[in-house]
């Protein structure tokens, strides 16, 4: 944090969230990503990132700290109008200024409950008490003003916690501020590839880094199950570089990667089987809906996912995928056997163009000798017959559920690209 | 932070996380939280947490800080074997060692490929250049070892980032040491509470914070579409103390807390189903597998869930949930009609006890003047007949589908629970 010293002639920011909810696991921080995120579009830098807990007196000291070390400090949480909320007051005293009632956020405070026809509870009004000097910055979404402050030419802006009032705040107000105090640069451009069925090391086994162009980095990271692989790049020639080691990675991973950048996996396979005019129905035991749910978050699932059964037990195997019981009662309903009923029934009963179909053991009970957990097979039905397969995935429950659903989502994808080639 | 100086006394921990995708927004964080977590369980508090990018000046910078201010410092990421991978080096620079080849860990890693009966690349062999004097921390998941190092009586533990990896040693290697550093504490005790359906200025107003026994705090943090309320207290009489305001809270806030502590509200109505005796089968069309995958993230659902229906096309609701298409035709799939007709139609089709349906729009399009976005309807049918309510649900996608799950949880809560008075 020294070393930040050397550096005082760039624009840096940091962000110091609050909260004794982030230090004692509570809650994950996830305000320091989206800021960090959207900073990046801009090609602002996020210089470090710094936690306090809930305590007057430390999230003063991060302050002091951190005004001295970079431009822009930009802070969240502890604007509520609960007794655990004294960033304002930390701030005043940060600042050496008084505390007073602001009467535009004041009046931002009384707003927002006007508009709601809602009652304003008392605590609300404490809200407002902001340090003299402070420009109150409005709240669309919830009651609390955020502040800007300035302290020896570092620019503070104090934002909520709650991720959603902080995102619209930090777009609305934070943002074109930044903007003022410091044009925006041409972002360092980067290209992320989600890739599938590969570990990290034999991904970096397989990249010929003397033959990438100078100045392009490679970083790697896990959203299990895919790795991430990030190519990076600076100056006015970085697209072109990065096209150039994309046109060099793409023959060697290519067929691993199932979505680059903004993209998700579910996002693309959905829009490879809409593309093909494939419709799609699902049978899901251990996943327990989570393809189904991947598939949904996303808008327009409704162009190819037809439906999806969770069976559970044994009679809606019976009943809406007509897998005979004897089946069942011979084979058991974590069984090759019956994963290919499962499909075949699922298909004749939808008549969509894909049926798929998982059972298995996610754990953490359920294992045997010849069927441990993790024990999952796949099927997939299709005009051109039934394909099945067993698989056995490593660790705890959601990573087996995990695991199941991007292979089921894998063998959709290349069963969509295979029809396009 | 210079705030650190005045409690040197105290075994102050710190966490350092590393990486550009920490900064850049394209990963959120959730190795702090769960040291965090872990530390609070033995009485240990974690004293703040700083994020650095994958700079080996950053890191070594951070590093040389933390040593200065805390006794304890957890280190996460960049031990892997790619370039990007800096932390042994900066650990190397900030206690001014030299990096060597350290026999023990290249033993930890050959054996790692050995057991797997897999080839080792050569970029694993860096994985053991360790500072000198480190003391390796055996992995039992990844490939990468940890290590241990000393500087100015302050202690450094470098884990790996992979979360599961960085659990399995933070368990293994360094809760051990910590217990032998320093004997564990009573840990302050803490109460948590996860309420539904009161935003949280409401739920403030209804505290009495003047009958609660003194030395009890109270927090807030959302987690939406639930307000978490944390009570702690330490001390040796923390749990009375906590008892006593529990007592106090119960008959005010009991109605709408779906779970405490450690529970979730699916894993809560799912044991009060399963011990009611009660089946479920559930219909969900705009939450697409959600409510299912909620509670199938449990182990044991299968004791009371018998199935689920993904119902996104018209056809499906018709097949498996026997909803007349002239009714589909008349009132559209998103209408009180539909919903009750789906729960009916489920019912007749599975047999259950209980059988709840949801109908809806998500978002983004599909909303009409009539039925805008966020409109939802959720039917229950059961021996005592059918209930339907229309809600409307505001915000994005995602929160729309998250809140109607919750609604739909609250719903099976809420009858369970006047079944057993």
Not at 51 to 58: A, F, L, M, R, Y
Not at 181 to 188: F, G, K
Not at 217 to 232: I, S, T
Request: aromatic share 6%; with cysteine; glycine share 8%.
């Amino acid at each position: 944090m020294q070393h930040l010293r050397h550096h005082n002639k760039n624009f840096d920011i940091a962000v110091l969230t609050t909260g004794d909810e982030l230090l004692n696991g509570e809650l994950a921080d996830t305000n320091t990503g989206t800021i960090a995120a959207s900073l990046a579009n801009y090609g602002y830098k996020l210089r470090c990132s710094l936690s306090v807990p809930d305590q007057e007196k430390e999230i003063e000291a991060a302050l002091r700290y951190l005004t001295e070390h970079v431009k822009v400090v930009i802070v969240t949480g502890g604007l509520g109008s609960t007794g655990d909320d004294l960033t304002a007051r930390a701030a005043a005293r940060a600042t050496g200024q008084q505390l007073a009632i602001n009467e535009l956020a004041l009046e931002m405070v009384h707003s927002w409950f006007r508009k709601r026809n809602r009652a304003m509870e008392p605590s609300n009004e404490r809200q407002a008490l902001l340090p003299l000097g402070a420009q109150p910055l409005p709240n669309r979404i919830g009651t609390a003003p955020g502040f800007r402050l300035q302290k020896d030419g570092c620019e503070l802006f104090f934002l909520p916690g709650v991720p959603n009032e902080m995102q619209a705040m930090f777009e609305q107000s934070v943002l074109p501020a930044l903007k003022e105090l410091h044009p925006p640069a041409p972002a360092r451009q980067q290209r992320n590839f989600k890739l599938f069925g590969l570990p990290e090391p034999k991904i970096d086994s397989m990249i010929p880094y003397r033959q990438l162009p100078e100045g392009v980095d490679v970083a790697f990271a896990l959203d299990y199950p895919l790795v991430l692989v990030k190519l990076r790049a600076d100056g006015d020639d970085a697209a072109q570089k990065l096209d150039r080691a994309e046109a060099i990675l793409q023959p060697l991973l290519g067929d691993h990667i199932m979505a680059r950048d903004e993209e998700t996996p579910e996002g693309n396979v959905g829009k490879l089987l809409s593309n093909a005019n494939l419709s799609l129905s699902l049978a899901e035991s251990c996943t327990g809906g989570l393809v189904a749910s991947l598939f949904t978050s996303q808008p327009g699932a409704s162009a190819f996912l037809e439906r999806c059964a969770v069976t559970y037990a044994d009679s809606a195997k019976q009943d809406w995928l007509q897998v005979p019981l004897p089946l069942l009662q011979q084979h058991g309903a974590v069984s090759e056997q019956c994963a290919r009923a499962m499909a075949i029934g699922l298909r004749h009963a939808t008549g969509t163009d894909l049926a798929l179909a998982i059972t298995g053991i996610a754990g953490p009970d359920g294992g045997t000798a010849e069927k441990p957990v993790g024990t999952v097979f796949i099927a997939l039905a299709s005009q051109e017959g039934v394909h099945v397969k067993r698989y056995q995935f490593n660790g705890e429950r959601s990573k087996v559920q995990r695991m199941s659903a991007f292979m089921a989502l894998e063998w959709l994808r290349r069963f969509a690209l295979r029809l396009q080639n």
